[in-house]
């Protein structure tokens, strides 16, 4: 590594080397695909644990049925890398297990061909999800009926 790495922290996504509720935000970028699957509520518990009541939480991860349709007819390559891959309503239901979400949306097209099929595809027919969630304080329920 480059830079300035002296306040770099190694850890596993098991078990966070981070006191509970310590963090505002916590991101998880392109991540939640390259575990496998008994791997996801694990990790999800885990910052769930590290971010502070009314912490927000941000997910990106490819939408399993659109991305594999997507690098079937060629628009991306295979990654096998991505061994737990989620779609729409699995994504959903581990993000509502911990988190009430405040927002869900996602990516249709790409920076090659604009952003107009943003506005015109569902959610759930999105190739890329983006969910941004809070952590509620124990007494409140994670499953918020008021959520999409």
Known sequence: M????????HGS????PFRDD???SALLIEVIEHLSRNWHDVATQEIRRVLRIDG?????????YVYLLLTKVGFF????????????????????RYFSIIDL???????????FLDYFVPTRLRWNMLF?????????SSLDPSCP
């Open 22 to 24: 310590i963090f505002d």
């Open 13 to 16: 996504c098991s078990s966070l």
């Open 77 to 96: 390559e295979d990654n096998p890398e991505h061994v737990g891959e989620l779609t729409y309503g699995e994504a959903k239901s581990l993000f509502t």
């Open 2 to 9: 480059e830079g300035n790495c002296e306040n770099l922290v």
């Open 56 to 64: 927000t939480f941000v997910m990106t991860t490819p939408n399993k």
């Open 105 to 115: 949306c996602g990516k249709a097209s790409s920076m090659n061909y604009g952003r």
């Open 132 to 140: 941004v969630g809070k952590k509620a304080n124990r007494r409140e």
